[in-house]
């Protein structure tokens, strides 16, 4: 009876070594099978204008941008990418691009860069394919932009449709002779152009003054051009053009004043010293997208900045083109390998999009890689930092 | 093959198989159902998803045509132009393509919507070629301009948004009346698939329950068998075998059961040789010896007789040791010889007790007289049983409960009983020096005495026999009792001996 219970004893105790081995081995497997594909990070830079000028184009998407990554580390699934946002500020200067560019490749080995300057993202078109970095400008999208190569997107308005509102609005109004200030540099020249081409057409003449940049003091020119007789005055620059609005209303120039849509840069405003009331701009506002969507996005901004960006399009711009390309990334783990970079995956998947519900409105990517789906209306600004739809 | 294993597995087999069976029918019939909702999931109920918003937008697109016409300032009207013919509709005809590609080339739904695709895609450039022609206010002041735009709107736009508006509606009502005839159709299959279920269910349950009775039946009928036969035998039936037919495991304890009541009845059989065999012994012996003790009495009376006086006193007392000795044997004889009767008288009758405990009370008169004892007993009931053996079954306690009394103390002996469903409870009550519990046990043995013969007489047979009296009707006799307190002698009786059964 001894040797029996002995037995069994052992005989139980051998059973319950082999279950411990047997739960050892398979918890190995289980927890290998969980496991699942190594964690994936994307690092994504952006490159804009964080001070010295046009910082409305600059503040605000960064922030955008970096709200739309937030929420979506925040809400990501397991085996999504970890994505990683870096910011280089340009000053709103293309010399600056490259310099920024390679910062953020040779730093963070960026895979994706967003870029608001229409001459910077020109400027890294070499180095972008070179390095097989997929580049979307959240600002602009205009013609020349469309001659970008492959790895370039737009995912923002058409830069002559925009500024074509002004002209078709000077011709609305009957006036008949024109002077645009233009800054010189290729986003202001096509808005320049876009209008003119319209003008042309309703026979409407037109002076084309290109200003320095860092110019203030327009007092002289501004006098010449009251005795020309311009009934319409277009602002197409930045800040500095707000020194020429108050000097023409202090010249006594009353004719009706229009900017492009950068006008709500504070700075603008400033310089201006409230000469800028009542000059009409193209824009866009939640009311001109999806408006529930667009009202959310502001409330979550102010929630995580405690303020409201400067200018609105820009920063829902930069929000939807960020989402638009979190929303492919969030597959990258699993399509990895059936590409042979990532680049050419995510080119592809990007051509593709053919309908996004964006806050600025649904976005559809056509073929030359641009957006289509958001587009600006005329407004007039009405105070400081305040813009109201023009109704006609 | 009919082992009981073999009968399990083929039971359950059976059963998985009818499961089985009952399965694939319903897939067979579910995959209908499928086939029916799928084309209602990814045909039908796009196709109309699809259809509704061609409505919505060529409505919508034309009115904005419209009201291009007629008014010349908005930029919401040309953004939403812009919305509806550069992202809403192409979005809408990319899903339409993606749609009919999954038809059938010669499905007339894929010609319509390939019409309506490519005249969407017609009248989009068309409206946005009139919102160009209307570019600015000055635009409208051009006649030429307006007539252009006009001619576009009315020969060109209206008969392309009527020409779709027509062509959704064909759409609508044949995707309208398909979904009808598909859904009616998927609700047939349903009703067919559910009454499939049903069917299917309740054979498969029947056919599962009948398997399972007769397998159950095959196992538990010759187990039943065997209980019963098991039975039998305990109750005395020695001679009786069971009958199993098959070659199971069960057939097989049959011929077990079988082999073991044979020995059992060859063992009993020499076992109740071997009883008569030493009752005939007992009862010869006791009857043989009777007649030397006789003479050996005799002879020593008359030597105590006839010598009187002329023995020594040794020579007296070893003759008056012989005189009570043989005394004592002749007791002993007889008890032995009554004992060894015992179960011979075995005709049973209706006795009335009081009538008995009467007789009995005359029998010990003497005893009764010179212990002056109170005998008590009231309306006893009338049994069924062995009226001699009984009788000395009461003689027999009464006398132990006069017997083994206190001195100085007058006995007082109570008969008493109880009434139970299958049998008589009796009690005998004496006030007498009462049984230690340590012996209560043993006292019903044979020749076992508890006191000496010089405290108290006797030969240790009487409860023995009373154990044995008890056992011939059936009963069960027991002693309640403390030292010095008297004693509580309890029996039962069955109320038909008869019956094989053992009363408590």
Not at chain 2, 71 to 99: G, W, Y
Not at chain 2, 156 to 166: G, P, R, V
Not at chain 2, 216 to 224: A, D, F, L, N, R
Not at chain 2, 252 to 267: I, K, P, Q, T, Y
Request: charged fraction near 25%; include cysteine; glycine fraction near 4%.
């Amino acid at each position: 009876m001894g040797i029996k219970n002995y037995l069994s004893n052992k005989f139980e105790i051998d059973i319950s070594i082999e279950s411990k081995w047997l739960c050892i081995v398979l918890l190995t497997f289980i927890g290998m099978g969980c496991q699942g594909p190594a964690k994936e990070v994307v690092n994504i830079g952006f490159i804009g204008p964080l001070t010295t000028r046009a910082t409305d184009l600059g503040i605000g998407p960064s922030n955008a941008m970096k709200l739309a990554v937030s929420q979506y580390n925040a809400n990501k699934l397991k085996n999504e990418p970890q994505i990683n946002l870096f910011i280089e500020d340009d000053q709103w200067l293309k010399e600056n691009a490259i310099p920024a560019y390679h910062k953020l490749k040779e730093e963070h080995n960026i895979k994706v860069l967003f870029i608001s300057n229409t001459d910077g993202t020109m400027a890294v078109q070499n180095e972008i394919l070179k390095d097989g970095v997929i580049v979307v400008n959240p600002l602009n999208s205009d013609d020349l932009l469309s001659t970008t190569n492959e790895n370039t997107f737009r995912i923002a308005k058409k830069t002559e449709e925009a500024n074509g509102i002004i002209a078709i609005r000077i011709i609305e109004l009957g006036l008949k002779k024109v002077l645009f200030m233009q800054y010189p540099n290729d986003y202001m020249t096509r808005a320049t152009n876009a209008a003119i081409d319209i003008l042309k057409k309703a026979n409407v003449e037109y002076e084309v003054v290109t200003v320095n940049i860092g110019e203030v003091d327009f007092t002289e020119e501004m006098a010449e051009y009251k005795a020309e007789g311009f009934d319409a005055y277009v602002f197409f620059g930045y800040k500095e053009l707000g020194y020429a609005m108050k000097q023409a209303r202090d010249l006594e120039i009353t004719a009706p004043f229009f900017g492009s849509t950068v006008l709500l840069d504070p700075a603008f405003y400033d310089n201006s010293e409230g000469a800028i009331i009542g000059t009409e701009c193209s824009f866009f506002t939640p009311a001109d997208g999806n408006f529930v969507l667009a009202n959310k996005f502001i409330e979550q901004y102010y929630n995580m900045y405690h303020e409201r960006p400067t200018s609105i399009w820009p920063a829902m711009q930069a929000y939807d083109a960020m989402n638009l390309v979190l929303n492919e990334l969030r597959n990258f783990q699993v399509k990895q390998n059936e590409y042979p970079a990532f680049s050419d995956w995510l080119r592809n998947k990007m051509k593709n999009v053919r309908y996004y519900q964006g806050i600025c409105g649904n976005i559809l990517i056509s073929e030359n890689r641009s957006s289509k789906g958001i587009y600006f209306s005329l407004y007039r600004y009405e105070s400081k930092g305040n813009l109201e739809q023009v109704r006609r | 093959m009919n082992t009981i294993k073999s009968k399990l597995i083929l039971a359950f087999g059976t059963t998985i198989t009818v499961l089985l069976l009952v399965m694939v029918l319903k897939s067979q019939y579910s995959k209908k159902s499928e086939t029916i909702q799928e084309v209602i999931d990814f045909r039908i109920e796009p196709a109309l998803e699809i259809l509704h918003e061609y409505r919505t937008f060529n409505n919508e697109l034309f009115l904005i045509a419209l009201n291009k016409i007629s008014s010349t300032k908005s930029d919401k009207i040309t953004n939403r132009m812009k919305v509806i013919t550069e992202v809403e509709l192409p979005h809408l005809n990319n899903r339409a393509f993606d749609l009919i590609a999954t038809f059938p080339p010669d499905d007339p739904e894929f010609s319509s919507f390939s019409k309506i695709i490519s005249t969407s895609d017609n009248a989009i450039i068309n409206v946005k070629d009139m919102f160009i022609i209307l570019q600015t206010n000055n635009d409208y002041a051009k006649i030429e301009k307006l007539n252009v735009s006009s001619t576009l709107l009315k020969d060109k736009i209206a008969l392309q948004f009527s020409e779709i508006d027509h062509l959704v509606s064909a759409l609508q009502i044949n995707f309208n009346l398909e979904s009808k005839t598909k859904k009616t159709e998927l609700n047939r299959q349903l009703i067919n698939l559910n009454k499939i279920i049903v069917i299917s269910s309740t054979v498969a349950i029947l056919i599962s329950v009948l398997v399972a009775f007769k397998t159950i039946h095959s196992i538990v009928k010759p187990i039943k068998i065997l209980q019963d036969g098991a039975k039998r035998i305990s109750k005395g039936d020695y001679e009786h075998r069971v009958t199993l037919n098959g070659k199971d495991e069960l057939n097989e304890l049959g011929d077990n059961f079988n082999n073991m009541a044979n020995s059992l009845s060859r063992s009993f059989e020499n076992i109740n040789s071997k009883n008569k065999e030493l009752e005939q012994f007992v009862y010869i012996a006791s009857h043989d010896l009777q007649e030397p003790l006789r003479t050996i009495s005799s002879f020593s009376k008359i030597l105590t007789e006839q010598y009187k006086g002329q023995l020594d006193d040794t020579g007296e007392h070893s003759l008056r040791f012989i005189s009570e000795a043989t005394s004592r044997m002749q007791f002993l004889v007889k008890d032995l010889m009554d004992y060894s009767r015992l179960g011979n008288d075995k005709s049973l009758e209706t006795i009335n007790c009081d009538e008995l405990i009467l007789g009995v009370q005359t029998d010990l008169s003497e005893l009764i007289k010179d212990t002056n004892t109170d005998l008590i007993f009231n309306e006893l009931p009338n049994i069924n049983g062995y009226k001699t053996a009984l009788r000395l079954l009461f003689q027999n306690l009464i006398n132990n409960a006069m017997k083994f009394q206190k001195k100085g103390v007058k006995p007082i002996v109570e008969i008493f009983y109880e009434d139970d469903q299958n049998f008589w409870k009796f009690g005998v009550k004496d006030n007498g020096i009462g049984i230690a519990p340590e012996h209560q046990s043993k006292i019903f043995s044979i020749f076992k005495r508890l006191h000496t013969n010089k405290e108290y007489q006797g030969t240790g047979i009487g409860l023995a026999h009373c154990q044995k009296i008890i056992e011939m009707h059936k009963g069960r006799i027991w002693v309640e009792s403390q030292k010095n307190q008297g004693s509580t002698f309890y029996f039962t009786l069955a109320k038909n001996p008869d019956i094989d059964s053992v009363l408590v």
